[in-house]
């Protein structure tokens, strides 16, 4: 660790205003279930303008690619501003640009796929700068020994929320249209920032030792991941997800809509299902011993799962596998989701949240590009009679990198002590 900043819990504060934890979570579930209705009408907008599975992909590499570019300046920046502030600002900006997007795709000259395209980056921003901020402001409104509950339960919510907006998502589309939605998810984010605006805590950075420049700064918090091979191997397991969970979610309006003939109302319901596992898996997880939890043997056997969960939809494509696959996928992922979350804010220094919340952004922006990027390439050029094979692959590599955890983590064994 680096000489400069205060190791163990220096620096931790105690909240006083108990109330702020919920005045978040309200806020972040108000703003996950207009942001999923969003994603879904952004998805089948774009099917509908293009039919492009390449499009689709291109749509998610622009959102995600922010949270990589920025990701060193963004950690900087967490640690040097209140935390609380810039989740504000990240909200009321995001707000205005759907409201914004919403208004300009009804004018039949803009209403085409680069306007969207332009809106997920910008957007994207938007999730780069909050993600690292909102988890780096829970350990300054919650008691240490709460953050895995208060992890888990911000997180159920917006799953919660995730799973409503999906659910309703596609029926609002055939019923509203797509920028009519664009509208409803700036309001639901200007809802959010107004309630983040009453929590009391967050409101002045973690004091800093040294005035280092923005670069020495993100160095400090890039050595201090590369002497941490426990966090290493948790950073590479939560953006392993990113890398073949893309071939499912690009595959699923095929296969649901053109394949097994579905509506497109049923698109928002499969991935509603795919939040209630990970609702499930929260709620189960954060109720654990944190010894039990801080685990990385369970990073293993979630990618068991989930390969399990591919190789299924593969080989028996069916409108029940699909929906048992999808609530698999989803309690893998939250289990991976809360390990890793769970051991940054209680194992690592406050001073260095914002930077280490910033490098996990980065690698899950990193591996999510390039996998949409990647699955809707080789969906487009595969065509509806080698889909399924794909998934098999995917399905295989993510069998084999749970074996080679669970190999790595009983040869590496470690203590959370």
């Known amino acids: 660790m680096n000489s400069t900043e205060p190791a163990g819990t220096a620096g931790r504060t105690s909240p006083t205003h108990p109330g702020d934890l919920g005045l978040l979570i309200a806020g972040n579930t108000v703003s996950a279930l207009g942001n999923s209705v969003y994603l879904i009408a952004v998805t089948l907008l774009l099917k509908e303008m293009t039919?492009?599975?390449?499009?689709?992909?291109?749509?998610?590499?622009?959102?995600?690619?922010?949270?990589?570019?920025?990701?060193?300046?963004?950690?900087?920046?967490?640690?040097?501003?209140?935390?609380?502030?810039i989740i504000i600002v990240s909200d009321f900006c995001r707000a205005v640009l759907m409201i914004l997007a919403g208004i300009a795709l009804t004018i039949p000259a803009l209403h085409v796929p680069g306007v969207v395209l332009i809106v997920a980056f910008f957007a994207g921003v938007?999730?780069?700068v909050f993600v690292p901020a909102v988890h780096a402001l829970l350990p300054a409104i919650v008691p240490h020994d709460k953050l895995q509950s208060a992890t888990g339960l911000r997180a159920g919510s917006s799953q919660l929320a995730n799973l409503a907006g999906n659910a309703i998502g596609g029926t609002l589309f055939v019923l509203l249209g797509g920028p009519i939605l664009f509208v409803?998810?700036?309001?639901?984010?200007?809802?959010?920032?107004?309630?983040?605006?009453?929590?009391?805590?967050?409101?002045?950075?973690?004091?800093?030792?040294?005035?280092?420049?923005?670069?020495?700064?993100?160095?400090?918090?890039?050595?201090?991941?590369?002497?941490?091979?426990?966090?290493?191997?948790?950073?590479?397991?939560?953006?392993?997800?990113?890398?073949?969970?893309?071939?499912?979610?690009?595959?699923?309006?095929?296969l649901l809509i053109d394949?097994?003939?579905?509506?497109e109302s049923a698109l928002g319901l499969y991935l509603a299902l795919a939040l209630a596992g990970g609702i499930v898996g929260f709620l189960v997880l954060r109720k654990v011993t944190q010894p039990f939890l801080l685990t990385k043997s369970l990073h293993g056997y979630?990618?068991?799962?989930?390969?399990?969960?591919?190789?299924?939809?593969?080989?028996?494509?069916?409108?029940?596998?699909?929906?048992?696959?999808?609530?698999?996928?989803?309690?893998a992922a939250a289990t991976v989701y809360l390990v890793t979350v769970t051991w940054i804010q209680v194992r690592s220094r406050p001073q260095?949240?914002?930077?280490?919340?910033?490098?996990?952004?980065?690698?899950?922006?990193?591996?999510?590009?390039?996998?949409?990027?990647?699955?809707?390439?080789?969906?487009?050029?595969?065509?509806?009679?080698h889909r399924m094979v794909l998934l098999v692959a995917v399905a295989s590599a993510a069998l084999a990198w749970g074996v080679a955890m669970l190999w790595y983590n009983k040869m590496n064994r470690y203590s959370i002590g």
């Open 51 to 85: 039919g492009s599975a390449f499009m689709l992909g291109l749509f998610q590499f622009l959102a995600l690619s922010p949270g990589f570019l920025l990701s060193p300046f963004i950690g900087v920046l967490v640690d040097r501003l209140p935390r609380r502030t």
């Open 126 to 128: 938007g999730h780069a």
């Open 352 to 385: 260095l949240h914002g930077r280490l919340f910033a490098v996990l952004e980065a690698g899950n922006s990193a591996f999510a590009p390039v996998g949409y990027l990647v699955a809707g390439i080789l969906l487009e050029l595969l065509g509806a009679n």
């Open 184 to 254: 409803i998810n700036g309001i639901s984010f200007f809802i959010s920032g107004i309630q983040e605006l009453f929590i009391q805590g967050g409101r002045q950075p973690v004091p800093q030792t040294t005035h280092q420049s923005m670069i020495a700064m993100a160095q400090v918090g890039l050595r201090a991941v590369a002497q941490d091979r426990t966090l290493q191997t948790l950073l590479i397991s939560q953006a392993g997800l990113f890398l073949v969970s893309p071939f499912l979610i690009l595959a699923l309006p095929f």
């Open 259 to 263: 394949e097994l003939g579905m509506s």
């Open 302 to 331: 979630s990618y068991l799962a989930l390969g399990a969960a591919f190789a299924a939809v593969g080989l028996a494509p069916h409108p029940v596998v699909l929906g048992v696959a999808a609530v698999v996928s989803g309690v």
